[in-house]
């Protein structure tokens, strides 16, 4: 199948979309499901997930305890468009405290994502760097 960079960059986003919003929502059952079956997720300071179960059981004890808000930005295609490709983005993380909205932290996600039969993208592997 030939792949698009456009096609291929909107695939990625809507992934990347996914993510945010299901961890930012408390629905980190959800996440498992954005990964394929051997997945990884590799997390600065909380160590490296493979297989959806174990991505499974790390992010459910990530269940939001506050108001939280991950901007995602500046996703670049690192990889010739095609059924694999990867992707770098910049992270931004917010909370929502007594005195309003602050940045908690800033970090990157470098992403492998596969394209799935029924047209979705699904991560491989995510690494999530804290700078």
């Known amino acids: 199948m030939t792949v698009t ?7 990625v986003q809507t992934a990347i979309a996914a993510y945010a919003h299901a961890i930012d929502a ?3 059952e959800v996440i498992p499901e954005l990964f394929t079956e051997d997945g990884v997720a590799e997390i600065t300071g909380q160590g490296t997930f493979e297989g959806r179960e174990a ?3 790390a992010y459910g004890a990530f269940v939001p305890q506050a108001p939280q808000l991950h901007m995602v930005g500046n996703t670049l295609l690192t990889s010739p468009p095609g059924e694999e490709v990867t992707a770098s983005s910049s992270l931004v993380f917010f909370a929502r405290g007594e005195e309003g909205w ?8 470098e992403d ?20």
């Open 5 to 11: 960079a456009e096609a291929a960059l909107a695939g």
């Open 26 to 28: 408390g629905r980190t």
């Open 55 to 57: 991505i499974g059981k």
């Open 102 to 109: 602050s940045v908690q932290l800033v970090g990157s996600y």
């Open 112 to 131: 492998t994502l596969v394209l799935q039969k029924d047209g979705s993208w699904k991560f491989s592997k995510r690494i999530t760097t804290f700078k």
